[in-house]
């Protein structure tokens, strides 16, 4: 007979037991206050907030599973083991959003994908200069989005398992993130074109997103900031869109970045009505973010697409940089409003012009 660890051993002596029926049973009332739980649908559906009502409601400032990985409610035994010192992130006000479990639940039931539900049969021959620059555009979109999906699954293992709201969100943030990716990159190699330049000046934003020192000012620079522009600028899309194509890509990307704007927002409001104090560190890498997207300004690769695409062709760049100039102040104004709304008023100091006077470039 083979020889077995004492783990092994001890595993197949309990099976003897069961099979004589001698059972433990004792996790059937391991909870007795987490039993009884009922959860009624609603209209929509069984949603987050329907579930965690009564006892599975309370989240605490400080996550109680303390680097376990016990789901939250259940009752935890003394000798479950915290987990490697992985999940760091133990306080609510680190991580935690009002939004993050309805958002949740409308990420999970408006997912799409880029194989069918873009009608990729419309796309058609373009001008070489519109085809370029729709090209070049997303060379530099799908550049973004790969940040945009390494920046939560940065994060995201190391929050307590008690805010599993957040986690949740995350994940779909990082699959929305995923599929961007891919529609940009398919678009640029779908239409007899393909991908062009990358964008140095965009990696230094990107790398402050990633490099950020704590979970909240990377959110703040990436969910409100960063993805606060790229939303007003989809929003944009029939300027920028020539065909049915990338106006369905810019319509489905924006109802996700939509989300996670929303995400941002409610996330910064709940730490600084709690932390006050945290408000000079946020502003400060607010500094450094908005540096470096004016510079992206003086990257042809990144502003000439777009102004030959809001003008409808190198021969209109000028009506093309009229309208840039009009998304432009409405990226910065939106990012302004959505800020306050989190209790952070950047108005008086804001560190990049609030429109660009194109008349006077152009005199
Ligand atoms: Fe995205
Ligand atoms: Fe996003």
Redesign the pocket.
């Known amino acids: 007979m083979a020889q077995y660890t004492s783990d092994v051993q001890a595993g197949l002596d309990r099976m003897r037991e069961m099979a004589k029926g001698n059972f433990d049973l004792s996790w059937m009332n391991s909870n007795p206050e987490g039993w009884g739980h009922q959860a009624e649908p609603g209209p929509t559906g069984l949603r987050m907030v329907d579930i965690e009502t009564g006892h599975y409601a309370p989240v605490s400032g400080r996550g109680s599973s303390l680097g376990t990985m016990a789901p939250r409610g259940c009752f935890v035994p003394e000798d479950t083991p915290p987990c490697l010192d992985t999940y760091v992130l133990n306080e609510m006000t680190e991580v935690w959003s009002e939004n993050a479990a309805a958002l949740y639940d409308e990420a999970v039931v408006r997912q799409w994908n880029s194989v069918t539900d873009i009608p990729w049969d419309k796309l058609e021959k373009l001008p070489d200069d519109i085809e370029r620059a729709v090209c070049q555009m997303c060379t530099g979109l799908t550049e973004v989005e790969f940040v945009?999906g390494d920046m939560p699954a940065r994060w995201l293992c190391q929050i307590n398992h008690d805010f599993h709201e957040v986690k949740l969100f995350l994940a779909t943030?990082i699959m929305?993130?995923a599929r961007h990716l891919d529609v940009f990159r398919k678009r640029a190699l779908a239409n007899g074109g393909g991908l062009l330049s990358a964008s140095p000046g965009q990696e230094e934003l990107l790398a402050a997103i990633l490099t950020a020192p704590d979970y909240t000012t990377a959110s703040a620079l990436m969910h409100i900031f960063g993805?606060g522009f790229v939303l007003t600028l989809f929003r944009q899309g029939e300027f920028l869109a020539p065909t049915e194509v990338e106006k369905t890509i810019f319509r489905l990307c924006m109802q996700?970045?939509a989300r996670?704007v929303a995400y941002g927002v409610k996330h910064l409001q709940y730490l600084i009505e709690r932390l006050p104090e945290r408000e000079a560190e946020i502003h400060a890498l607010l500094d450094v973010g908005e540096q470096a997207i004016f510079k992206l300004t003086l990257e042809p690769q990144t502003s000439e697409p777009r102004a030959i695409l809001a003008g409808g062709g190198l021969a209109n760049i000028e009506l093309g940089m009229a309208r840039m100039a009009f998304i432009y102040r409405k990226q910065v104004q939106e990012y302004l409003n959505r800020l306050q709304v989190a209790g952070l008023d950047r108005s008086s100091r804001i560190t990049i012009p609030l429109e660009i006077p194109v008349d006077e470039l152009a005199a």
């Open positions: 945009a943030q929305d993130e993805e996700d970045e996670h």
